[in-house]
């Protein structure tokens, strides 16, 4: 979390109480500093199952406590204890030899169950309170199961759920019972493993004998997952509710008890997209997010301790600094979609691809191209350039993240933002911007800044949104105003200084670019055009932008079409039906 992240968290909520594992290197718990309950509650909830919960309460707007809360929980802690994480407990424990297998993590979801009574009875959460739910993968599962057993209780006014690249829950048998009575049934047979019959034969009635055997010992305090008494309970759940899981993930897979109040939020990549825990099972309606492509490979993995990792497409990260940008969008522009940016703003941003393997990388400079080019349009021309980190991984660099959520901040505080909220439609920049870019001052800013979004006013407000622009850009607004109370005669005479030609031209720039990106074409990979259609090349020496249009032919010299920077430019080499722009402010 960055420090902007954290201020306006800190301004917005305040822990009520965290239950986490704090797992050390060997797997026990560490207590937290301070908190008596602990041993009561390391009891009541079993520990050892790697559940970790935070209890969270909305401040209203004076800073006062309010009566919302919103209970989140974690996702696996992907590493072992001897890295710093829990994948003896999560990993192995409740996803692999879990929902994996049969679509339950039951001994998180019974220590949940636990939790949430502990917090209801300490008085943590309070009787009439209204509680939202939230979780990531794992969590995602854990939330989902908790909103459908709880939904309707009457203590408590359940809110909404939303979980993130959330694993869906598996089926069972309906006429066994409910999925109260499913965790009920499984927290008994765990505690007397003699409640369940012996179904006969085979394993089943082995595993039985073993776990009475343990009956009259303590649980292992570092994970209840190796525990025979554990092995049993499971099995004799799943044999008595019939529980079955659907690995493959579909969008469509919904039909949770809870769906009016569930959403599942989850990243979508505009490059082959890839989840393989986002959507599986069954989960609740889906809303997908535009987020940036990552390589599904970095390095050999990260398997067996080997350096890299795979599927950081699954990082909840993507979806948080997404969904950042995407609000400061809609404050600007109310009608504005999390669709629209998912299927056309994010992918016309960037051209860059995920690449797999040793040189891993991603498509690292889409979220910093479109916050950039609000800043520009907004602030002025001054603003600096947001940085990222190349390489696999470096969307989560925090350095990287600090500076684009500063920048992001310093935007949304901007006078000339909060001028502009509400006042402006936000699309995706295209070739049809030279023909209203004349009585438009948003659109020429698009045009000179090669931006691949176009701020619109909304009716109303157009005088409006263009003195906040002109007040931010009032060089090139004074040369706009010029040009526009120009006759057509008189810029055909060469008076203009954004001409017909250079609206036209750079237009025809933009709107290649916008469409290699959505492509995701290379500087150096040909688009467009066959053999023996004449190629163009593009350039604009102030971005450093600069990319073909048609395949390359021999007999066919390319068309250039060049925009010079602040400096004296040279076009040093013989070209038919150019076009060159010189350097503009």
Same mark, same amino acid.
């Given at each position: 979390m960055t420090s902007v992240q954290a201020d306006e968290?800190?301004?917005?909520?305040?822990?009520? %109480?965290?239950?986490?594992?704090?797992?050390?290197?060997?797997?026990? @718990?560490?207590?937290?500093?301070?908190?008596?309950? #602990?041993?009561?509650?390391?009891?009541?909830? +079993?520990?050892?199952?790697? +559940?970790?919960?935070?209890?969270? @309460?909305?401040? $209203?707007?004076?800073?006062?406590?309010?009566?919302?809360?919103?209970?989140?929980?974690?996702?696996?802690?992907?590493?072992?204890?001897?890295?710093? &994480?829990?994948?003896?407990?999560?990993?192995?424990?409740?996803?692999?030899?879990?929902?994996?297998?049969?679509?339950?993590? +039951?001994?998180?979801?019974?220590?949940?169950? @636990?939790?949430?009574?502990?917090?209801?009875?300490?008085?943590? !959460?309070?009787?009439?309170?209204?509680?939202?739910? /939230?979780?990531?993968?794992?969590?995602? $599962?854990?939330?989902?199961?908790?909103?459908?057993?709880?939904?309707?209780?009457?203590?408590?006014?359940?809110?909404?759920?939303?979980?993130?690249? &959330?694993?869906?829950?598996?089926?069972?048998?309906?006429?066994?019972?409910?999925?109260?009575?499913?965790?009920?049934?499984? %927290?008994?047979?765990?505690?007397?493993?003699?409640?369940?019959?012996?179904?006969?034969?085979?394993?089943?009635?082995?595993?039985?004998?073993?776990?009475?055997?343990? !009956?009259?010992?303590?649980?292992?305090?570092?994970?209840?997952?190796?525990?025979?008494?554990?092995?049993?309970?499971? /099995?004799?759940?799943?044999?008595? #509710?019939? +529980?079955?899981?659907?690995?493959?993930?579909?969008?469509?897979?919904?039909?949770?008890?809870?769906?009016?109040?569930?959403?599942?939020?989850?990243?979508?990549?505009?490059?082959?997209?890839t989840n393989f825990t986002a959507n599986s099972g069954i989960h609740g309606p889906t809303l997908r997010v535009g987020i940036e492509s990552q390589p599904l490979l970095e390095g050999t993995g990260g398997f067996f301790d080997t350096v890299g990792d795979f599927g950081s497409g699954h990082s909840i990260t993507l979806i948080a600094d997404s969904l950042a940008l995407q609000r400061a969008m809609h404050d600007l522009d109310s009608s504005f979609a999390i669709d629209r940016f998912t299927t056309s703003i994010l992918p016309s941003a960037s051209n860059r691809k995920p690449v797999n393997g040793a040189a891993a990388n991603y498509e690292a400079d889409a979220l910093e191209s479109v916050l950039d080019a609000l800043r520009h349009a907004i602030v002025g021309p001054a603003v600096q350039k947001t940085d990222f980190k190349d390489g696999a991984g470096g969307f989560g660099d925090i350095a990287m993240r600090e500076g684009f959520y500063a920048n992001l901040e310093a935007l949304t505080d901007s006078d000339a933002f909060n001028a502009l909220t509400g006042k402006v439609n936000i699309s995706t920049s295209s070739t049809s911007l030279s023909s209203v870019a004349r009585n438009d001052f948003a659109a020429l800013l698009s045009l000179i800044t090669l931006s691949s979004i176009t701020l619109k006013a909304t009716v109303g407000n157009e005088s409006a949104v263009e003195t906040v622009l002109a007040n931010s850009h009032n060089g090139i607004y004074i040369d706009w105003l010029a040009d526009k109370n120009l006759t057509q005669a008189e810029r055909d005479a060469g008076k203009a200084i954004y001409s017909d030609k250079y609206l036209a031209d750079r237009s025809a720039m933009l709107g290649w670019m916008v469409t290699r990106n959505q492509l995701d074409i290379g500087a150096t990979e040909p688009l467009g055009a066959g053999p023996g259609v004449q190629g163009m090349h593009f350039k604009d020496v102030a971005s450093g932008t600069e990319f073909d249009l048609g395949m390359s032919n021999p007999a066919i010299e390319k068309r250039q079409t060049q925009f010079g920077g602040d400096s004296s430019d040279r076009a040093a080499r013989n070209v038919s039906a150019c076009h060159v722009a010189g350097g503009l402010a």
């Amino acid at each position: 979390m960055t420090s902007v992240q954290a201020d306006e968290f800190l301004s917005k909520y305040s822990v009520v %109480h965290q239950w986490s594992d704090n797992p050390t290197p060997t797997g026990s @718990r560490l207590p937290p500093d301070g908190d008596p309950s #602990f041993d009561q509650l390391n009891d009541e909830i +079993l520990a050892n199952t790697g +559940l970790s919960a935070t209890l969270i @309460r909305k401040k $209203n707007p004076d800073g006062s406590a309010s009566t919302e809360y919103t209970l989140a929980i974690r996702s696996t802690e992907f590493r072992d204890w001897s890295k710093g &994480g829990d994948g003896e407990r999560d990993k192995a424990g409740a996803d692999i030899t879990s929902i994996a297998f049969n679509g339950f993590a +039951l001994a998180q979801q019974d220590a949940l169950e @636990r939790y949430y009574t502990w917090l209801k009875q300490n008085g943590q !959460l309070p009787t009439g309170a209204r509680l939202n739910v /939230t979780g990531y993968s794992l969590g995602g $599962n854990l939330a989902t199961v908790f909103t459908e057993i709880h939904k309707s209780d009457a203590d408590i006014q359940f809110g909404e759920t939303v979980t993130f690249n &959330g694993a869906g829950r598996g089926s069972f048998n309906e006429a066994a019972g409910s999925l109260r009575d499913m965790i009920d049934y499984y %927290h008994a047979v765990l505690n007397d493993p003699r409640l369940a019959p012996d179904p006969g034969g085979g394993i089943p009635s082995s595993q039985r004998g073993a776990a009475i055997a343990k !009956l009259g010992t303590a649980f292992d305090a570092k994970t209840l997952y190796n525990d025979e008494r554990y092995a049993w309970a499971v /099995t004799a759940t799943q044999t008595k #509710f019939g +529980l079955t899981f659907q690995p493959l993930t579909s969008e469509s897979r919904t039909g949770t008890s809870a769906d009016a109040l569930i959403t599942q939020v989850f990243g979508y990549e505009t490059i082959n997209n890839t989840n393989f825990t986002a959507n599986s099972g069954i989960h609740g309606p889906t809303l997908r997010v535009g987020i940036e492509s990552q390589p599904l490979l970095e390095g050999t993995g990260g398997f067996f301790d080997t350096v890299g990792d795979f599927g950081s497409g699954h990082s909840i990260t993507l979806i948080a600094d997404s969904l950042a940008l995407q609000r400061a969008m809609h404050d600007l522009d109310s009608s504005f979609a999390i669709d629209r940016f998912t299927t056309s703003i994010l992918p016309s941003a960037s051209n860059r691809k995920p690449v797999n393997g040793a040189a891993a990388n991603y498509e690292a400079d889409a979220l910093e191209s479109v916050l950039d080019a609000l800043r520009h349009a907004i602030v002025g021309p001054a603003v600096q350039k947001t940085d990222f980190k190349d390489g696999a991984g470096g969307f989560g660099d925090i350095a990287m993240r600090e500076g684009f959520y500063a920048n992001l901040e310093a935007l949304t505080d901007s006078d000339a933002f909060n001028a502009l909220t509400g006042k402006v439609n936000i699309s995706t920049s295209s070739t049809s911007l030279s023909s209203v870019a004349r009585n438009d001052f948003a659109a020429l800013l698009s045009l000179i800044t090669l931006s691949s979004i176009t701020l619109k006013a909304t009716v109303g407000n157009e005088s409006a949104v263009e003195t906040v622009l002109a007040n931010s850009h009032n060089g090139i607004y004074i040369d706009w105003l010029a040009d526009k109370n120009l006759t057509q005669a008189e810029r055909d005479a060469g008076k203009a200084i954004y001409s017909d030609k250079y609206l036209a031209d750079r237009s025809a720039m933009l709107g290649w670019m916008v469409t290699r990106n959505q492509l995701d074409i290379g500087a150096t990979e040909p688009l467009g055009a066959g053999p023996g259609v004449q190629g163009m090349h593009f350039k604009d020496v102030a971005s450093g932008t600069e990319f073909d249009l048609g395949m390359s032919n021999p007999a066919i010299e390319k068309r250039q079409t060049q925009f010079g920077g602040d400096s004296s430019d040279r076009a040093a080499r013989n070209v038919s039906a150019c076009h060159v722009a010189g350097g503009l402010a």
